[in-house]
């Protein structure tokens, strides 16, 4: 029971705060906390300061250089030598400089919306490596780069949201450490490919599917044993009277989130979702009737409106 009010809870954490961020920090506050703060924020126009001012960032552990349209990252990175989570997002990289591999404490790399193909096989050295995002990277080459994920032994965060995936490696199910993958806007996949090759992987706790026109939900998904959260949102012609009918054969699944969905009524038969501990139906279109309904039939179950 404290596993489950655990993975719950920490599940609901990473959805919260998946789009917060820390204050913004910039070079001269950074530089003028004396080694109090730890995170820095570096604005597109800063690139020189940094490059003149590295020694004094060199207690730096998170990294933010995002959206400036960046073709190249700066070397001098690499004399971050404590840094544990570098953000790239949004440039236009389409390989990251070897000398990265210096980066021994790096547990966090997001490289989403770039242009990457392949991933760099010296991140393999980075043993501490534990999440990374390589979302909104369209001609990533998937097969290429699943051979490299599956030498990140401690990897357990990936994102690989909007990369025109129609499937995924057979060899994905050597991520023996993933517990959470996201999937969300890739409108063509063949769910019961990925349902297959991820009903090997054990360590699978939260998968993400949102945003992508789903209809329905294969039976398949009973096969993810150890899956307990699922990312619905923004699937408004999802037929939630199958996904009900799914979840009956899925009663490790305890976290269900259907945000968005342009829903005004659930089905009648609810059975399908009472083994839930939370179901999110925020941002959607129920009456207060239908509201009070929902939370008589699922009692045991935090409904969110």
């Known amino acids: 029971m404290r596993k489950l009010q655990f993975v719950t809870c920490f599940f609901l954490f990473r959805i919260i705060c998946f789009a917060q961020v820390d204050k913004k920090t910039s070079i001269a506050e950074v530089i ?11 604005d597109c126009n800063e690139l020189e300061d940094f490059s003149t001012k590295i020694k004094k960032l060199e207690h730096i552990q998170s990294l933010y250089l995002t959206d ?15 840094l544990k989570l570098l953000n790239l997002k949004g440039n236009k990289l389409s390989t990251i400089p070897i000398e990265f591999r210096q980066l021994h404490q790096l547990s966090v790399l997001n490289l989403r919306a770039n242009k990457l193909e392949q991933l760099p096989e010296f991140l393999i050295q980075l043993s501490n490596l534990r999440e990374i995002d390589l979302a909104n990277n369209p001609d990533l080459d998937i097969a290429q780069a699943t051979e490299v994920l599956i030498g990140l032994e401690n990897l357990d965060f990936l994102y690989l949201s909007e990369n025109k995936l129609k499937n995924i490696p057979d060899n ?5 450490k993933l517990t959470e993958l996201h999937l969300k806007k890739n409108p063509d996949l063949d769910l019961e490919q990925v349902f297959s090759v991820l009903s090997g992987i054990n360590s699978l706790k939260v998968l993400a599917l949102s945003e992508n026109d789903l209809t329905v ?13 699922l990312m619905l949102d923004n699937n408004p012609n999802l037929s939630i009277s199958k996904l009900v009918t799914v979840l009956k054969d899925c009663p490790n699944v305890k976290v269900v989130l259907l945000r968005d969905n342009n829903l005004k009524f659930l089905p009648k038969d609810l059975k399908g979702f009472s083994s839930l501990k939370v179901l999110e139906l925020s941002k959607n279109n129920f009456s207060q009737t239908e509201k009070e309904r929902i939370k008589n039939e699922l009692s045991d179950t935090k409904v969110i409106f």
């Open 32 to 42: 003028s906390a004396g080694g109090q703060l730890t995170s820095l924020y570096l």
């Open 217 to 229: 939900i294969p039976k398949k998904l009973n096969s993810l044993s150890s899956l307990e959260g």
């Open 68 to 82: 400036c349209n960046l073709a190249q990252t700066p070397k001098q990175i690499v004399r971050l030598n404590t």
């Open 172 to 176: 994905f199910i050597n991520l023996n």
